[in-house]
């Protein structure tokens, strides 16, 4: 069947099985790659994406149902070619990953965290990324990298001080 | 070897140049690549632990359109090789998919062919297997007895390896000491469950003879295993090494998997791929980490100085033999950890049983060794009434004593075990955390200090092989680098090996950059096909500092003697009175006279007639790097050396324990690391913070358990638990440096650091916390259902006692 799919600011019309689910739809009819399958059965975190600001796993959502909502998934947050969201830069900052597979969620999760709080404890950070398994960092330099970008975050929009 | 301070970029803060691509969500892993026409494997798998397969029905499957295929063990096996094994047991082959006999639950029997991955699976429902069960046996302990369940019926027995090594006067140290201790303790089945699950793509193409290999692959021998089994010319293997893998930390060794899809893709003559889903991964991945029985004696005087040490390692490796028995070889090159124990006796066995294959993991079985060791340092103390950290200072090698050599053949190059140990008591305030734990402790709650300190041995040439395979001659395990600088004066390195999050692209920008003296940034890293590569052994064995950055050093320093060359030739001055620096090179009594980057790169690829006599144009080199220390053959009585680098790291936590439920809580982590000489200090702090996670879920978390039935219950994220960011502490570490004499830098390994010393630790601990009730935790993962039974058993009879006391 036929849906209308909002992605990224973008419409696509797709044609999809009922049975499949967004994660794959955005993979394999899309080419969005960078949501990746990690469990697929809603544990790991690692197929995170943004559905109208909140973090959900793409993994137990069918296409079907992500019609007329706003999707957004990591391609969509750099701000062009060869550029970085201040969050992307953060977590380059802190070397907050090793292998990059749980990368994309994590950041999608600590983007709609940041969005909701710009002054995020250690204790938020923590519950924020704790839907998303990391086998590679123990998450220490991923929380250091969510607290710095709120940090920069914050200044950018401080009045410049004479 | 320069002293620390002196580099530019070694040792400083950069930014990890992978983490780019990452974040934006362009790694290119295994699933990400689609050639055309790609064909998708779903695989039908045993629910028995041991069944005769009687028959297969693929009808069914077959008629669904969109399936190209159902493939069973018999054609495989007809087809190809046996699957290589480390140890020599020709009868216990093993192949892709079950042959007549299927030997746990969860291993693949079938695998179906289609247009989609969900299509496959359907099929993979339809076809119909006729099993007829047969015994089984899943405990380590019963399948050593003669007589037991044979999980291999040609093999005779279940035993693959059982060898005891004797280093020095055992008996005699035994016979002369005061005291002994024995005890048991146990190392749980667990491993360290990358999120990305084993993905590989083969396509054959039959003009030109090349099987194209994608996969997300950390593993030694990968091509030529993959020719070997598949009958056809290591030249005709094209292994892709610039796939990003997605976590591997030693498992991901998908060989039989590349074996199924390589020949799959040669028999339909279409491209096909197998991407695991979870279940096929945690069930029949083969994946599991050693499960590891010990039993240790130790003989000792009333000082606490340990004279002599008996292990026993009784390893449960599953069904079939891969490499993984060398896990019980690995820990022979620190079979004493940081101590100064004079003679060894090591019983090292490998059993079969009904359960998932064993693979390689993490520190490959020196955590679960470390584990044990230092379990019993704890023992020793309690049972003599010394302080934990008093006996370790005591029978630690002191670092004057280095270079020393262990009794089982191995030199440790550098150490300053009691000075990190003394920066980390500083750091934490020792007393202060004493004093804590005992004001918890009269406040009603369960609170331990965990204390560990072990060995990370680093760079290491395989040695375990010959050790435990007398017909394997291996004696190096080499890497390797090209670097060029074209025509126009753009650097490029090449590397030759898949990474699994190591960073290895930063290290050999840092180390070329650092040698040639430009901006490491500018230095474009590559990876070649296993086609036009240079040997490299892959990233294991915490290597990659040591045998890449030496190679990339190497490769480097000859392209620089090779400028400064050009140099004095051209400015007609000796060779010795030239100088290089930041890519230019000067006379140094005239320091005038010079030859930039430009000109120097422009002679070198297009003046000949400006070159050194007999000199070769072009400005491109390679050094293929051997083991240092490597060489040696072990001699008879299992003597040799193994690893050339020895890092060290000490542990000490605060763990409270809720009495009534059971449940652990780390309230302090403090490490000391010394891996040497840092070349890039983030990735080493990642290493160390991602290890002790690893650690902290062997600890505590993570089992693939095991029903009566021979089931593996433990088969997802829901019951195999995976720590999360609550789980993880904060965990400060403590930095100290001693440099390896043997290394370029002075850098050691650090890729295994934190998993080697964690759980122990935290099994220390917790025993330091439930020892006033009188109960001894001795296996691990100490899981909160089994450690809060064992609490308010306790508690029933202390009190039973205490009233009969009355």
């Not at chain 2, 039959?206 to 030249?235: C, F, G, H, N």
């Not at chain 2, 005709?236 to 893998?245: A, I, K, M």
Request: net charge negative.
């Amino acid at each position: 069947m036929k849906v209308e799919l909002d992605i990224n600011r973008q419409k696509h019309t797709v044609e999809v099985e009922p049975r499949l689910s967004l994660l794959d739809c955005l993979r394999d009819k899309l080419l969005l790659i960078g949501a990746h399958a990690g469990c697929e059965h809603g544990v790991c975190g690692a197929c995170t994406v943004l559905v109208d600001g909140a973090a959900i796993r793409s993994c137990l959502m069918f296409a079907v149902q992500a019609d007329g909502v706003a999707i957004t998934t990591i391609e969509g947050l750099s701000p062009g070619p060869g550029e970085l969201s201040p969050l992307q830069d953060a977590f380059c900052e802190t070397h907050g990953m090793q292998c990059g597979y749980c990368t994309p969620a994590m950041i999608l999760a600590a983007h709609a965290l940041l969005s909701k709080n710009a002054s995020p404890t250690r204790e938020e950070i923590v519950d924020a990324i704790s839907g998303n398994i990391c086998r590679c960092t123990g998450y220490a330099q991923i929380v250091e990298a969510i607290a710095l970008a709120a940090e920069r975050m914050r200044g950018q929009n401080d009045p410049v001080r004479p | 070897m320069t002293a620390p301070g002196k580099f530019r970029f070694v040792s400083s803060d950069r930014r990890v140049r992978e983490d780019r691509r990452f974040v934006v969500g362009k790694g290119s892993f295994a699933a990400d690549i689609v050639p055309q026409g790609v064909k998708h494997v779903a695989l039908v798998t045993c629910p028995h632990p041991a069944a005769r397969i009687v028959s297969i029905d693929k009808a069914a499957a077959l008629a669904i359109p969109g399936v190209h295929y159902v493939l069973e063990g018999a054609e495989l096996a007809g087809a190809t090789n046996v699957l290589a094994a480390g140890l020599d047991t020709p009868n216990v082959p093993r192949y892709p998919l079950a042959l007549n006999v299927a030997r746990y639950a969860g291993e693949w029997v079938a695998a179906v062919v289609a247009d989609s991955r969900a299509l496959a699976e359907d099929a993979a429902e339809a076809v119909a297997i006729e099993y007829a069960p047969l015994p089984f046996i899943l405990d380590a302990d019963e399948a050593y007895k003669p007589g037991s369940t044979l999980v291999h019926e040609a093999h005779g027995s279940n035993v693959l390896l059982d060898r005891t090594f004797v280093w020095g006067e055992v008996e005699q140290d035994f016979a002369v000491s005061p005291h002994r201790l024995k005890h048991r303790v146990k190392w749980g089945r667990s491993s360290t469950v990358p999120i990305e699950t084993f993905g590989v793509t083969a396509s054959w193409d039959p003009w030109r003879e090349i099987l194209d290999i994608w996969a997300s692959i950390q593993m030694p021998k990968y091509p030529d295993q993959t020719a070997m089994v598949l009958k056809i010319p290591m030249s005709s293997v094209r292994v892709h090494y610039d796939v990003d893998v997605g976590g591997s930390y030693g498992v991901k060794r998908g060989i039989k998997h590349t074996v199924l899809v390589g020949y799959l893709s040669k028999r339909l003559g279409m491209p096909v791929r197998l991407i695991e889903d979870r279940l096929e991964n945690m069930r029949g991945g083969d994946m599991h980490g050693p499960e590891r029985n010990f039993d240790v004696e130790v003989a000792f005087d009333d000082q606490g100085i340990i004279r002599s040490m008996k292990m026993r390692a009784l390893d449960n490796v599953g069904a079939y033999a891969g490499r993984s028995p060398f896990q019980l070889g690995k820990p022979v090159g620190a079979i004493v950890g940081p101590y100064k124990i004079k003679s060894v006796q090591y019983q090292a066995i490998a059993v079969v049983t009904n359960k998932t294959v064993q693979e390689a993991v993490r520190a490959f079985g020196q955590s679960p060794t470390n584990y044990a060791i230092e379990r019993t340092i704890d023992e020793v103390a309690v049972k003599l009434g010394l302080d934990r950290l008093e006996i370790r200072r005591r029978n630690m090698i002191r670092h004057e004593e280095f270079p020393y050599l262990i009794p089982s053949g191995s030199t440790y190059d550098s150490g300053d075990y009691h000075t990190v140990i003394d920066k980390v008591l500083a750091h934490a305030g020792y007393g202060e955390l004493i004093a804590e734990r005992d004001r918890l402790r009269s406040a009603g709650t369960l609170a331990g200090i965990g204390i560990a300190a072990c060995l990370e041995p680093s760079g290491g040439n395989s040695s375990f092989e010959p050790l435990l395979n007398p017909k394997v001659g291996t004696t190096t395990w080499m890497d390797s680098c090209r670097i060029s600088i074209d025509l126009v004066g753009s650097i490029t390195a090449t590397m030759h090996t898949t990474s699994a999050g190591q960073g290895h692209e930063t290290l050999v920008g840092t180390v070329v950059g650092e040698v040639l003296e430009v901006d490491p940034d500018k230095v474009r890293v590559v990876r070649s096909d296993s086609l036009n590569a240079l040997p490299s052994n892959s990233p294991v064995g915490s290597r990659m500092a040591i045998m890449l950055g030496g190679a990339a050093f190497h490769a480097a320093k000859q392209l620089k003697d090779k400028l400064t060359a050009i140099a004095a030739h051209d400015l007609g001055v000796p060779v010795e009175r030239i100088a290089y620096k930041d890519g230019s090179a000067f006379d140094t009594s005239a320091p005038d006279k010079k030859r930039t980057w430009a000109e120097l790169v422009t002679m070198a690829h297009r003046h000949i007639h400006k070159l050194p006599e007999g000199m070769e144009p072009g400005l491109s080199v390679s050094h293929i790097m051997p083991v240092p220390m490597g060489g040696g053959l072990p001699t008879a009585d299992g003597r040799v050396q193994m690893y050339p680098c020895y890092s060290f790291e000490f542990h000490l936590m605060l763990v409270t324990i809720d009495p009534d439920l059971g449940k652990p809580e780390i309230k302090r982590y403090v490490i000391g690391h010394d891996c040497g000489t840092v070349i890039n200090p983030k990735i080493v702090r990642g290493m160390t913070l991602g290890g002790i996670a690893h650690g902290i879920g062997a600890a505590l978390y993570e089992e693939f358990a095991y029903n009566e039935d021979g089931l593996l219950v433990a088969q997802n994220f829901m019951d195999y638990l995976l720590p999360s960011a609550h789980e993880v502490p904060f965990v400060e570490i403590v930095h100290h440096e001693t440099p390896s004499p043997l290394t370029v830098f002075g850098q050691k390994g650090s890729g295994e650091s934190g998993y080697l010393g964690a759980p122990a630790a935290i099994a220390s601990a917790v025993n330091d916390a439930v020892r006033p009730l009188g109960i001894v935790v001795d296996s691990l993962p100490i899981k909160v259902a089994r450690l809060g039974d064992m609490i308010a058993q306790a508690r029933e009879n202390n009190a039973r006692e205490a009233k009969k006391g009355n």
